[in-house]
Nanobody, 117 residues
């Protein structure tokens, strides 16, 4: 079973930047599709960005042009670079992995991102 551990969250002012990391262990990283989700209080969890084993990326419309998802296969780590942060970006951000062999999926514990002046 793959284990996912997020880091890099924190408090940032509007317009600032944060870089989230998700370290994966327990399996072959290149066999997984990876994604970042977020959930604000009282709202449903939403997909923010995803990346395939071939590094094809997709983004929610709300973050296009501001967020970048990337991965380092050698380090078994996926990143979310968040720029030009807005208060509406405030949420717990979760790393997610889908094993493409049987479509089983796994979640990290989440990391809090707070954007406030």
């Amino acid at each position: 079973q793959v284990h996912l551990v997020e880091s890099g969250g924190g408090l940032v002012q509007p317009g600032g930047s944060l870089r989230l990391s998700c370290a994966a262990s327990g399996s072959t990283f290149s066999l997984y599709a990876m994604g970042w989700y977020r959930q604000a209080p009282g709202k449903q969890r939403e997909l923010v960005a995803s990346i395939t084993p071939t590094s094809s990326a997709n983004y929610a419309d709300s973050v296009k042009g501001r967020f970048t998802i990337s991965k380092d296969n050698a380090k078994n780590t996926v990143y979310l670079q968040m720029n030009s942060l807005k208060p509406d970006d405030t949420a717990v951000y979760y790393c997610h992995a889908v094993f493409l062999g049987d479509l089983s999926d796994y979640w990290g514990q989440g990391t809090q991102v707070t954007v406030s002046s």
